[in-house]
């Protein structure tokens, strides 16, 4: 809420690591909640700037790159190019790692899909040493399919201060009946 006289302060901006991005993928349905609002029809949406995006994987149905040329954020080769905008310093003021979908092995005993989040984290972790500089970073979903990258996660988020959170994507997908949220 603004009082007389307040200005805004200017969207913070952020940066995307995902594996793919299709339409109802998991970087879609948080990261076009930045983009294109809570509904995804141009409204209000959350208060942040998305400014680059790593796509690990860009297949045939991909929308990341017309979304780029759409919103003029970067499209990255590399996680630290994302995270620095390709300077020696830190670009921005979050990190969403989202590691879901896309073609990679798996477990052959269970079929879990290996999906690269601790990659992501930790070349995430690399550019944050790099600048000497951390900002917060929320993981879709769980850390990892194994416990040791997981902890692995955790503890390296907790030497070096990083603001971490994980969670699901559920809370921003689409909502029937569709509700505000303030």
């Known amino acids: 809420r603004l009082f007389a ?3 805004p302060r200017e969207k913070l901006p952020i940066a ?5 991005y299709h339409r109802n993928s998991h970087a879609d349905v948080i990261v076009g909640k930045v983009l294109e609002g809570w509904k995804q029809d141009g409204g209000l949406g959350p208060d942040l ?4 995006m790593y796509v690990d994987q860009i297949g045939d149905n991909d929308l990341s790159v017309a979304l780029a040329k759409k919103h003029g954020f970067v499209m990255s080769k590399s996680i630290h190019e994302a995270l620095t905008l390709g300077t020696d310093s830190l670009a921005v003021a979050g990190v969403l790692n989202i590691g879901e979908h896309g073609n990679y ?5 269970t079929q879990q899909v290996l ?3 601790r990659r992501f984290f930790d070349e995430v972790a690399t550019t944050f040493r790099k600048c000497q500089k951390v900002v917060p970073v929320f993981n879709d979903k769980h850390l990892s399919c194994a416990w040791k990258d997981a902890k692995h996660m955790a503890d390296t988020a907790r030497e070096l201060r990083i603001p971490f959170m994980a969670g699901s994507s559920v809370p921003v997908m689409w909502r029937s009946p569709s509700a505000t949220i303030p």
């Open 49 to 52: 700037n998305l400014v680059s």
């Open 5 to 7: 006289g307040e200005k």
């Open 105 to 109: 092995p798996t477990v052959p005993e």
């Open 16 to 20: 995307a690591v995902v594996t793919v």
């Open 115 to 117: 999906l690269p989040r």
